[in-house]
């Protein structure tokens, strides 16, 4: 009659102890991921500003040539290089139509 209480009370501490173990064994694996995790903060936070400083700065020398682009074309050329504006009388060898 012991042989059978022995062996069910061991099953049942090998479940209890396997369970309890591999509970164990994910909370390391949780907290060395963890850590890792919080190590690596600083690091991408401070490549996550680099990239936002970068954007910023292709954003604003963007914004000084369209800037530049809009004063150029408003304040025009000082270049007259169209030549006499056309007059409405005719040429004195056409005769006038009417």
């Given amino acids: 009659m012991e042989r059978p209480l022995l062996t069910v009370l061991l099953l049942v501490g090998l479940v209890i102890g396997w369970a309890?173990?591999?509970?164990?064994a994910r909370a390391?694996?949780?907290?060395?991921?963890?850590?890792?995790a919080k190590k690596s903060v600083p690091g991408a936070r401070r490549g996550a500003w680099v990239l936002v400083r970068g954007v910023a700065v292709k954003a604003a020398v963007v914004g000084l040539?369209?800037?530049?682009?809009?004063?150029?074309?408003?304040?025009?050329?000082?270049d007259e290089t169209a030549g006499p504006a056309p007059t409405?009388?005719?040429t004195p060898g056409e005769?006038?139509?009417?």
């Fill in 20 to 24: 309890v173990g591999s509970a164990y």
């Fill in 95 to 98: 005769p006038s139509r009417r």
């Fill in 28 to 36: 390391r694996r949780g907290w060395t991921d963890y850590q890792t």
């Fill in 65 to 78: 040539l369209l800037f530049g682009a809009v004063a150029y074309a408003a304040a025009g050329s000082d």
């Fill in 88 to 90: 409405s009388s005719a």
